[in-house]
């Protein structure tokens, strides 16, 4: 047996991992609505795709991720990326990565060890990432390699920190049970060569993209995501950031989204009056008035129907679903919603 085939690898798909919003679980419900309500789509526009769970339900069609945060934006080149890539070469890098030992001190260990990751974790994450940043520079991995691998490690990290699936904390003297374990990721190598992912606000995007289908899933509360997910977005970023605070968290100014302030409902109406699309689909909750304050929606669903109004025919589907938010006040049921909102058309 050769040397390349006692090579042991585990591998990921884009749900294995954990993300506030995430829609996974909702892809019948959202796909049953497309396909009963919806004609003649051949582009998808999935302009705050988060994980992209939304878009590996299209893969059909021609796909446009945007996402405002960086690290979500390489999950989803990962995933979707037009560009070609080698699948040997992400289990050649994953499977010494997976063996790397003693990989000694650096931005990690300086900053995080034995915070949400062992010190001997840190060490690893950080000598990976450079790793992968020296690879990519030295031309040794394309672009679309460079996400995977990244999409990799934080996939890796996100199994193991000792959070409850977020970084706005870490569990203090928690063991650190299991360890940096890297898994292959899946991803097509041949994705539509028409798929496009961005990097940027969707308020922005819209002027100048136009989609059959463009599907809107913001934040719906004042919980700002690079809150949430600073330390994923700093590794993904790697531009080695002073951290502050318990939490250790970089600056996020620039970062954080009008859809959880009290600009939501004027975000949201300026984003709806510059899309161009034949159908606008809306995932957004309705935890208004019934969770704690924080959990509270920043838009009221007048307001979502009179602004999606203005711009087409509209109809609500729900499905219900058990919801529980973060602190005691479970609420035993709730309904997601969709909003399907049939544009005039504008000709
Ligand atoms: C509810 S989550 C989306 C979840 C996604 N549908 C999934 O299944 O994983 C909302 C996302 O919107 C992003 N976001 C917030 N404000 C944004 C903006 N102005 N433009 C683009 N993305 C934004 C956040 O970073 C977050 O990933």
Same mark, same amino acid.
């Given at each position: ?6 090579? &042991? ?22 796909? %049953? &609505? ?11 526009? =999935? ?24 690290? /979500? ?12 890539? /080698? ?25 995080? *060890? =034995? ?26 991995? /394309? ?5 995977? #691998?990244?999409?990799?490690? #934080?996939?890796?990290?996100?199994? @193991? ?6 970084? =706005? ?24 060569? +028409? ?13 100048? $993209? ?11 509360n004042s919980r ?7 330390? #994923?977005? /700093? ?20 970062? !954080?989204?009008?859809?959880c302030?009290m +600009? ?10 510059? @899309? !161009? ?10 935890m208004a008035e019934k969770g704690n304050c924080r959990s509270n929606a920043k @838009?009221?669903?007048?307001?979502? $129907?009179? $602004?999606?109004?203005? %711009? ?9 679903? !058990? *919801?529980?938010t973060?602190g005691?006040s479970?609420?035993?049921?709730? *309904? ?12």
């Amino acid at each position: 047996m050769s040397v390349a085939e006692t090579k &042991v690898y585990k591998t990921s798909l884009i749900n294995n991992r954990r993300y506030l919003g995430n829609k996974y679980k909702l892809l019948p419900f959202i796909t %049953k &609505v497309v396909n009963d309500e919806c004609s003649d789509i051949e582009t998808v526009a =999935d302009i705050f795709a988060g994980t992209g769970a939304v878009s590996s339900a299209f893969t059909d069609k021609i796909i446009i991720t945007n996402d405002l945060m960086y690290s /979500n934006y390489i999950c989803n080149y990962a995933w979707f990326g037009a560009e070609e890539y /080698n699948p040997q070469t992400i289990i050649d890098f994953v499977v010494r990565y997976n063996a790397a030992t003693e990989c000694g001190d650096n931005y990690m260990t300086e900053n995080f *060890a =034995d915070t949400y990751f062992s010190r001997e974790d840190c060490s690893k994450i950080g000598f990976i990432r450079e790793d992968i940043e020296e690879n990519y520079k030295n031309g040794t991995i /394309n672009n679309r390699e460079r996400a995977i #691998l990244i999409t990799s490690l #934080l996939y890796a990290m996100d199994k @193991i920190a000792v959070t409850c699936g977020h970084y =706005d904390a870490y569990r203090k003297g928690a063991d650190f049970e299991a360890s940096l374990e890297l898994y292959v990721p899946l991803a097509e190598v041949n994705n539509n060569p +028409s798929n496009q992912c961005f990097n940027e606000d969707a308020n922005e995007l819209v002027k100048r $993209i136009e989609a059959d289908l463009v599907y809107i899933d913001p934040p719906y509360n004042s919980r700002q995501y690079c809150d949430a997910y600073h330390l #994923l977005e /700093n590794v993904a970023r790697w531009e080695k950031p002073e951290v502050f605070g318990v939490a250790k968290k970089m600056d996020r100014s620039g970062m !954080k989204s009008k859809y959880c302030t009290m +600009s939501a409902t004027k975000a949201f109406e300026a984003l709806i009056g510059d @899309i !161009k699309a034949k159908y606008i689909m809306l995932s957004y909750n309705n935890m208004a008035e019934k969770g704690n304050c924080r959990s509270n929606a920043k @838009i009221t669903d007048e307001d979502i $129907i009179r $602004i999606l109004s203005k %711009k087409g025919t509209v109809k609500v589907f729900e499905e219900s679903y !058990k *919801a529980f938010t973060t602190g005691k006040s479970d609420i035993a049921e709730n *309904a997601e919603r969709l909003f399907l909102c049939t544009c005039f058309n504008e000709d």
